[in-house]
């Protein structure tokens, strides 16, 4: 079954520190774009970071730029994105994701995301 599996969320107190998992099962992720995208209450979900499998570039939100960290274990068949510097505005459900444009169709997987709070 192929299935991406996220952890590490939870409540932080603002400038604090988180750093979020996935692991991939089922499939290699070297050969996928994968990203980090959040969706807080009320709003609608948004892309937070990427790495393209195409040359290995990272992008990053405005809102998150010089705080959030994406990377990634191939060996591990892992990503992360790893949070400082948290702000309440970061509350989210936060959704790891896998795209792959294949014969003409593209293939989506979401993890089942994982809460992050930021409040004092």
């Known amino acids: 079954q192929l299935q991406l599996v996220e952890s590490g969320g939870g409540l932080v107190q603002p400038g604090g520190s988180l750093r979020l998992s996935c692991a991939a099962s089922?499939?290699?992720?070297?050969?996928?774009?994968i990203g980090w995208f959040r969706q807080a209450p009320g709003k609608e979900r948004e892309g937070v970071s990427c790495?393209?499998?195409?040359?290995?570039?990272?992008n990053y939100a405005d809102s998150v730029k010089g705080r959030f960290t994406m990377s990634r274990d191939n060996a591990k068949n892992t990503f992360y994105l790893q949070m400082n510097s948290l702000k309440p505005g970061d509350t989210a459900v936060y959704y790891c994701?896998?795209?792959?444009?294949?014969?003409?169709?593209?293939?989506?997987?979401w993890g089942q995301g994982t809460q992050v709070t930021v409040s004092s």
């Open positions: 790495i393209s499998s195409s040359d290995g570039s990272t």
């Open positions: 994701n896998a795209r792959q444009f294949k014969l003409l169709k593209w293939y989506d997987y």
């Open positions: 089922g499939f290699t992720l070297n050969y996928w774009h």
